[in-house]
């Protein structure tokens, strides 16, 4: 068992590394572009269902 739950262990961020890199390679990372534009969608989404609510 981890002593510090604030960090990430070690295998963990090494698949984290390696499936960002393995997505990256493969082209199915977003462009800095497209992640603003989903950013923006999901944004406007939770910003309408909050209008909605009061």
Known sequence: ???NKDTAC???E???ERNINRL???????TPK?????EHEV??????TGKERK
Do not use: D, L, Y
Not at 24 to 30: Q, R, S, Y
Not at 34 to 38: E, F, G, L
Not at 43 to 48: D, G, L, R
């Open 10 to 12: 070690e295998p963990c």
């Open 14 to 16: 090494q698949n984290f």
């Open 34 to 38: 497209a992640r603003q534009q989903k």
């Open 24 to 30: 990256v390679k493969e082209g199915k990372a977003p």
């Open 43 to 48: 944004k406007s989404a939770f910003a309408e």
């Open 1 to 3: 068992m981890k002593e």
